[in-house]
């Protein structure tokens, strides 16, 4: 089975790196993670790649006299090693209308929230601040505004009266690490496709109405 090309954009621990590398090792997975790229050489998310044996690049931005510097280094990295897919994880910095364009609809991202709600940082905390009683996270392909682009799967987890952002935050982190890497096989696979801005799957498991927790959940 071909796998399709994939590399992950890191800047820190790359807790969800690691929910890719795992799946990704899983017999017929149908994405590989051929390259970690991470902006920052400190990234803890390095020491991941590296013991799964994936190969990793350093694009400090940092070294780049600006940001057309620095994409047009991070795209030449990705075209050396021939890759099909991106996936965002934690990746600190904001790309370029031009550089999202070049990979629309090949570059996903995950984000701590029920999006379109939430958008932005401290998610959790305003989560607790506006009173809602489901919060979540998001996979949806990239778009130049932030935090916006289609929906591939989401998936909710309830809000309790005794939550702090840190609680919340650590049960939306485990739900992220099950997302993830359902999202990624979608759109490796080509069973998630854009139509009109919006997500569409080729084939819906069966009893999908009764999962509320993770959209879509598995086959």
Request: aromatic content about 4%; charged content about 20%; glycine content about 8%.
């Amino acid at each position: 089975m071909r796998r399709t090309r994939t590399a992950v954009l890191i800047s820190g621990r790359g807790s969800n790196l690691a929910a890719l590398l795992a799946a990704a090792r899983e017999p017929g997975y149908p994405a590989e993670i051929a390259l970690v790229v991470s902006n920052r050489p400190d990234a803890g998310g390095l020491g991941h790649a590296a013991g799964a044996g994936v190969a990793t690049a350093i694009v400090d931005h940092r070294s780049h006299a600006g940001k057309p510097a620095f994409e047009a280094a991070l795209q030449a990295v990705l075209e050396a090693a021939r890759i099909e897919l991106v996936c965002l994880a934690g990746f600190m910095r904001l790309l370029s209308e031009a550089f999202v364009e070049r990979w629309r609809d090949r570059m996903i991202n995950v984000h701590p929230s029920l999006l379109p709600s939430f958008r932005g940082l401290d998610t959790h905390a305003r989560a607790i601040e506006a009173g809602v009683r489901i919060h979540g996270a998001t996979v949806h392909f990239v778009r130049s505004d932030v935090d916006t682009g289609p929906i591939i799967v989401q998936g909710a987890v309830p809000v309790l009266s005794s939550d702090t952002a840190d609680s919340l935050a650590a049960r939306v982190l485990a739900v992220e690490h099950r997302i993830y890497p359902r999202a990624l096989a979608l759109v490796a696979t080509g069973a998630a496709t854009v139509v009109a801005e919006k997500v569409v799957l080729g084939a819906e498991p069966e009893g999908a109405e009764a999962r509320c927790l993770i959209w879509p959940g598995p086959a």
